[in-house]
């Protein structure tokens, strides 16, 4: 936008996170954060879904570690 600048403005470092939703895009979502070593706080109305998406969490979790190692050796 014509006139906003960034000069003044200093980033900070994203400490912890709220994730809204426990589906498909917010657990891949948590799961990247989580990886990062960002704290994440997954917000879900339906209890089966919340279940749901930190099922799926774990899941990519453990499937992102074993892809990083693999890399790594």
Same mark, same amino acid.
């Given at each position: 936008m014509?006139?906003?600048?960034? $000069?003044?403005l200093k980033p900070r470092p994203i400490r912890k996170v709220a994730v809204i939703g426990g589906g498909l895009m917010g657990s891949g979502i948590a799961t990247?954060?989580?990886?990062?070593?960002?704290?994440? $706080?997954?917000k879900e109305v339906n209890p089966q879904f919340l279940q749901r998406g930190e099922k799926m969490i774990a899941g990519q979790s453990l499937y992102t570690a074993v892809a990083f190692l693999e890399k790594m050796f």
């Open positions: 014509p006139g906003v600048t960034d $000069v003044q990247s954060l989580l990886v990062s070593n960002i704290s994440v $706080v997954l």
